[in-house]
């Protein structure tokens, strides 16, 4: 008689699911306290599914000793501490980012790029992005669209606004 004592219980399977599931969902946020507790999320999934490939728990992975009991595998351990330091490493990188981005912005949300917005316009008007746009004549100077465009992470320019208190006396 054959005895299957590998296989996984249902609820860890259906934790590593759950972990995964909320992870990724996590990571398509545009906060980064999101994007952080997704990546979180998901190294603590992949932790649980290391813990449940490693098999069932036996006697500590050290030869020399007596035991009747078969030994556990310690690739899957090895696997989790490592695991574990990747999502540490990963964690403390968006964190980082966050608090960066609350000091300079006052808030932790991802913008959209200027010129992904630019490539997803030519693409709707199915426009070749591999046209160099410096070469074409459109008529108006590079100080004209200047004013135009809008950047969101320029600082003010300290010729054209005034400093307040404290400047040169004016």
Do not use: K
Request: hydrophobic share 45%.
């Amino acid at each position: 008689m054959i005895v299957l004592d590998n296989i996984p219980s249902g609820a860890l399977l259906l934790a590593v699911g759950v972990l995964f599931a909320a992870g990724v969902y996590l990571l398509l946020e545009r906060s980064l306290t999101r994007v952080l507790l997704g990546f979180v999320l998901l190294g603590n999934g992949a932790n649980l599914a290391l813990l449940v490939a490693g098999g069932r728990a036996g006697a500590p992975p050290i030869t020399g000793t007596d035991d009747a009991e078969p030994m556990s595998d310690p690739l899957a351990q090895a696997m989790i501490l490592t695991s574990i330091v990747i999502t540490l490493a990963l964690v403390a990188f968006v964190l980082a980012m966050a608090y960066r981005s609350w000091q300079l912005h006052g808030h932790d949300e991802v913008q959209d790029d200027l010129e992904d917005t630019r490539i997803a316009r030519l693409a709707v008007e199915d426009a070749p992005s591999y046209a160099d746009s410096d070469t074409e004549e459109t008529g108006v100077t590079l100080d004209e669209e200047a004013v135009t465009t809008r950047d969101e992470v320029a600082l003010p320019d300290p010729v054209t606004e005034p400093r307040g208190r404290g400047g040169d006396g004016a």
